[in-house]
C-alpha cells in the first residue's frame, strides 16, 4: 500500500494521505496543486486557526510533507515575516531564499488578520500569502466572514447575508504590491503557471483561491470542481492577476454561462433573501468593472 | 570601564542590541518593533542599531511584534521586543504562545498603568497579567540592573536545559527615563557572554514537522509538565550563569532575590524593583533607632523564589508587603505569592500594603507608615491602600 502511495503521489506530495479534511473539500485538492506547483522548492507554511491546520492532524504526526508554523488567528503574516527575515538574513549571495507560504482561510484574511495582513503588504515583505476561501468559517462551524457573499445563509446569516462580500484582491491591488492573483482549483494549469510565476517574483505576493467547501456551502461533494468551474465561467469568480496594484490581466474569459447555474446548485442561496436577478445582476457588474480595469493596461 | 550617564530605556536597548549583535555569527537577530510610551525609546534605539546580520521590523501592532519574534525564533534567529501596559495586553494571545513554543525570546518591559484610565506612571500590573504564562520575569531596581539582567535572560532563555522566554521588567520613568551611571557592557564582552543562539527545534526542511497543531489531552498534559520543569531548572541554573556573569563583566548581578540586614530582624518589608530601593533606607533609619527590622526585594518573579523566601523569612515575627499592583479583588500579587509560599509555616504573619498603584510616589515617609503599621499589628488583616488623598 505505501509503495503505491509513494508512486501515485511521488516525493512531492504537499498533502500526505490520510488527513481528516472532509470528502470534496476544495482545500485539500488546492493543498495538492500547490505541492505539484512547488515540487522541487524548498519552502515551509505558516497555517492560522482554520481547517488548514486541523488538516495537520494531531500532534506529534503531521499530514504535511514540509516544516509548518501554526499561528495565532490574526497573526500568520507577522510570524511568516520572522521566518522570511532569517531566511534573507541567512542567504548566500546568488542563491534564493526558501520561500515562506501563508496559508489562511478568509476568516484570517479578511476579518481578524487583515491589520497584520495590510502591515505585511505595505511592507512588501518577501512571502507567499494564499487564502483559501471558502467563504465561511469552516472550522467553528460555518458562520459569516465578510468573503461570505450576500445571501448565503451561514448559521449567523441564518435569513441569508445581506452584506456584499469584500473586494480582497482590490484591498490588496490598492497595497500596490508586485504580485496579486486569483485561482480556481477547476484550472489546475493556471493554477500551476501562476504560482509558478509568483516564484519569480520578490516581495509580498497574494494569491486568492475559491475553495469549495461541501459542509458550509451545502453542496454534494463530488460537484465541488464542477461548481468552481461554473463560478469562472459565469463571471462569479474570474480568473486574473494585477500586478504592481496596476496592471490587471484576465486569464480566463467567462463564456456567457448563467451565474443562476452556480448559485441555484447551492442550498445556502435557497434562503428567501436570494433575489435570482440581484445576483444575476451583481455577477456581472463585477465582471464589467474587471473588465474596464483590464482594458486600462495597453495592449500587447 | 565604559561608565555613562544613560537611562534605563538606553540601558535596555543596548543589551538588547549588543546581544542581538553577539548572533551575527549564527543566524542572525530579529526584532519586531511597536511604540508605547515609556517604552518607545528602547525600540527606537535598537532601530537605530547597525546590525551585521540583523532586522528590526516595524510592524502595526504588539501582537505582531511578538508575532514576528516568534517566527524569527522558530527560524533561529535570536529575537527581542519590547512593550509595556496595553501594548502588552494587546499581545497578550502571543506572549502565551511564545512560551508554549518554547522559544527563548527576550522582552523588555516597562511597567505602565493598565488603561482605563490612561496614565503611564509606573504599575506592574501589566506584566503580573502574565503571572501563568510560563516566562521567567525579573523585576529590575536601576538602570544598571536593567542592562546587566537583559544580557542575563539571554543566556538563561537559550540555555537548552530552559528555552523559556524572558521578561525583564523595570520601573516607568523612575527607572526607563531617569539617567544614571551605568557600566555598559562591550561587544566584545557580550560575544564572550552568549554562545551562538541555537533553537534546537526550529524549522528544518529535511524534517518537516508541525509546530502547534492540534494535540490531545495526554500530549499537552505532558508538554504542560515539561514548561514545569524547566521552570523549575531556572533557580540553579540562573546561579550559574550569574557566576559567568561575574567572570566575563568583573561584577555582581543581583539573582533571584536580594535581602538587607534580615539576619537578626523581627519584621520584614518585602518589596520590589524601585521601591525596595526606598525601603532599604527606611531600614537604616529604623536600624538606627534600634529597630530589627530588614528587607527583601523579590527581582525574580516567576518562577518564584520560595524557598529562599521561606529561609530568609524563618524566625521572623511579621511581614509586610509592598505591593506596586493590584489584582482585582485580592490585593497585592506579590503578597498572595509570599503569603502561599509561607504557608504552613509557623511564625510569620503577612500583611500586604497596597502602594504606588497607579504611578504615585512611594516616599520614604510612606514606607515609614508600612513599617509603624506593620509593627503595632498583631495579625494581618485585609490589604492597607497606602497614598490615598485625605
Ligand atoms: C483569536 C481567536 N478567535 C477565535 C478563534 C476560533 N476560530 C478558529 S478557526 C475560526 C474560523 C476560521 O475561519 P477561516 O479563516 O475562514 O478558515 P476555515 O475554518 O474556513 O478553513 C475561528 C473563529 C481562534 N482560534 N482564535
Ligand atoms: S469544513 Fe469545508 S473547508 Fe473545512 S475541511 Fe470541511 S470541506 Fe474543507
Ligand atoms: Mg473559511
Redesign the pocket.
Known sequence: MSVARAELFGEECLLRPGNTNCGGCG?SVALTMLGRALAGESYSLVI???????TAGAYPTTSYNVPVIAS???SAPAFASGVAAVNDLNCEPGEHPAHVICW??????????IATLSATAERNENLIYI??????????GG?R?S?TPAAARTTTTPGGKSERKKDIIGIMAAHRVPYAATLSVAHPEDFRDKIRRALGIDGFRFFLIH?P?PT?WKTEPAESVELVRLAVRSGVFPLYEVFGGEDYRINVEPDGTDPLEYYGRQRRFAGEGADPEALRHAAQMRMERLRNLAGRRPID | MNMQLVTGNHAAGHSLSLAGEANRGARGAVCGIYPITPQTEIVEYVARFPFSKGRVIPVESEHSAMGVCIGAALNGARAFTASSANGLAYMA?NVLVAAFYRLPIVMAAVNRTLGPPWNIWADQGDTLMFRDFAWVQFYCDSNQDVADTALLAFRLAEDPRILLPVMVCMDAFIVSHTSMEVELASQEQVDRFLPPCSVPHRLDPQHPVTVGGMAFPPETLSQRMELDEALRRVPAVLEEHRAEFREVFGREVCGAVDSYRVADADRIVIASGTIATTVRDVVDEWRARGENVGMIRIKMFQPFPGREIRSLCAGVAKIGVVDRNYAAGTGGIFCHEVRANLQGQDGPFVQGYLAGVGGGDVVPGLVDEIMADLSCRTAAGEAVWKGVEP
Open positions: 482545500m492560522p486557526a482554520c481547517c488548514g491546520i486541523v495565532t488567528f490574526a489562511a482561510g478568509d476568516g484570517g484574511t479578511y476579518d481578524i488578520g487564502c483559501y476561501d471558502n467563504e465561511i468559517y469552516g472550522n467553528t458562520q466572514s468573503a475553495a467547501c458550509g | 494571545e
